[in-house]
């Protein structure tokens, strides 16, 4: 009597041993989405160690450095008239003192991001007019480098009828101080001028000095 065949078995090919069997699943489970997700965290975690070696703490300047790193020059004050408060409907007109300046780097390294705070004082009393602030030097300024000239305008002012109504009661005007801040990238904010609030008025030639 002949033997009957196993279905299961196919003739001339033996049935792989247990170890044969499971190996390939192990080969995809070395190399599944799992293990490349392990390995992307890994190597993104990496980079931003690097990043945040190189392009923060090694580029974070010190708030004394800072204060000899930037020079102040040209510095001058005036009123001009704020353009968004003057309209059709409304004939009067806001001014708000500014101040236009340069900036020298007088450090050995490269500034960027660099923020400007001005707060504009009463000079009797010390207390707050207003403020105006300004991001420059974004692309950087190089060691020795001097700023275009940059303008910082505060957010408040005087209102009247006209330039005109302001230049009949200039005497009463009082008289303003601004201390100027800035910082850069996370060196905090430091103070490095003070300069007082000239009482001309952009286009007109009139001027009060302090007394």
Not at 12 to 37: C, H, M, N, T, V
Not at 130 to 150: N, R, V
Request: overall charge positive; glycine content about 6%; proline content about 4%.
């Amino acid at each position: 009597m002949e033997a009957k065949n196993d279905p299961k078995e196919k003739p001339g090919i033996p049935l792989p041993s247990d170890d044969d069997f499971l190996e390939p699943y192990y080969r995809k489970q070395k190399y599944s989405s799992a293990y490349w997700k392990r390995v992307f965290m890994v190597v993104t975690t990496i980079a931003a160690i690097l990043y945040f070696k190189f392009l923060v703490i090694d580029e974070t300047i010190k708030p004394d450095e800072l204060i000899k790193a930037v020079r102040i020059s040209g510095l001058t004050s005036q009123w001009a008239v704020k353009e968004d408060a003057t309209t059709a409907e409304d004939k009067q007109v806001v001014l708000v003192p500014e101040i236009t300046f340069r900036l020298q780097n007088e450090s050995k390294k490269k500034l960027k991001y660099i923020y400007f705070l001005s707060v504009f004082r009463y000079v009797d009393t010390g207390k707050a007019f207003g403020e105006g602030t300004q991001m420059t030097m974004k692309s950087g300024l190089k060691s020795g480098q001097e700023s275009p000239p940059i303008n910082i305008r505060c957010g408040g002012g005087y209102r009247a009828s006209s330039v005109d109504a302001f230049l009949l009661n200039r005497n009463e005007w009082k008289n303003l101080f601004v201390d100027l801040y800035v910082s850069s990238k996370n060196s905090g904010l430091v103070q490095i001028k003070q300069h007082h609030i000239s009482q001309k008025i952009a286009g007109r030639e009139i001027d009060i000095s302090l007394k």
